[in-house]
């Protein structure tokens, strides 16, 4: 899986958009960007993952580049429940390497 | 609640006992995995299951193994136990195997492990 680099921590105002930026400059066509999060000895919860095209649920949007050497998740209106540590993770589509690997990820502080 | 089920939720053990995490995973999942969790190695795999079958194996010690039943539920055993075996244990499950289509993988809640 491509290497992915995160800043180590971020903060936010609560109610403002947090943008969480990740480079995978490595990253190659097969390759689906994933983001999860981890609050605080919790399981890690999946928020989005994209291949190419933008893309948007109930939680966040993922905007990846059209290099795809980038790419930001972004939380629209963070409030202080989505203090966490977020990680990227590039994975193939294809192949036997099926697993997620974790990097150290970004710890997301939300600020009242 | 992301469906995956990890019991026991917390447990306290002695150096060089065995101990047995129980998994189950979301419903229509046949993909299990176990992860780690300890304090300075953050999260590592350990081992996929696919129907019944071992699928991939990554940083997982001979003292561990693991399976997956019939019924689809997956148990971790940790033997011989040391005092660096203490960490957060996550199983998570997929419904295929490989990441093709974007295949998610969810995660349960952990089960924490204590060796003193």
């Known amino acids: 899986d491509a290497k992915t680099t995160q800043p180590t921590s971020m903060d936010c105002a609560e109610g403002r958009a947090a943008n969480l930026p990740c480079n995978h400059s490595t990253i190659s066509g097969n390759e689906y960007v994933y983001w999860y999060r981890q609050i605080h000895s919790q399981g890690p919860q999946y928020i989005i993952h994209?291949?190419?095209n933008n893309e948007t649920n109930e939680m966040a949007s993922l905007i990846i580049t059209e290099d795809r050497k980038s790419s930001t998740l972004i939380l629209p209106h963070a409030t202080l429940r989505d203090t966490a540590v977020y990680y990227c993770?590039?994975?193939?589509?294809?192949?036997?390497?099926?697993?997620?690997?974790f990097g150290k990820g970004t710890l997301l502080t939300v600020n009242p | 609640d992301s469906g995956v089920t990890q019991t026991p939720k917390h447990l306290i053990t002695a150096t060089g006992q065995r101990v047995t995490l129980r998994c189950s995973p979301r419903?229509?999942?046949?993909?299990v995995y176990w992860y780690q969790q300890s304090l300075d190695q953050g999260l590592q795999f350990l081992i996929q299951?696919?129907?019944?079958?071992?699928?991939a194996k990554g940083n997982i010690l001979e003292r561990f193994s693991a399976q997956q039943f019939p019924d689809l539920h997956s148990e971790l055993n940790l033997s011989s136990l040391e005092l660096g075996d203490s960490a957060l244990y996550f199983c998570?499950?997929?419904?295929?195997?490989?990441?093709?289509?974007?295949?998610?993988?969810?995660f349960g809640e952990g089960s924490w492990l204590t060796v003193v």
């Open positions: 998570a499950s997929s419904v295929n195997p490989g990441p093709s289509s974007g295949n998610t993988i969810y």
């Open positions: 994209g291949l190419k």
């Open positions: 299951y696919y129907n019944g079958e071992e699928r």
């Open positions: 993770i590039v994975r193939l589509s294809g192949g036997s390497n099926y697993k997620l690997t």
């Open positions: 419903s229509g999942d046949l993909s």
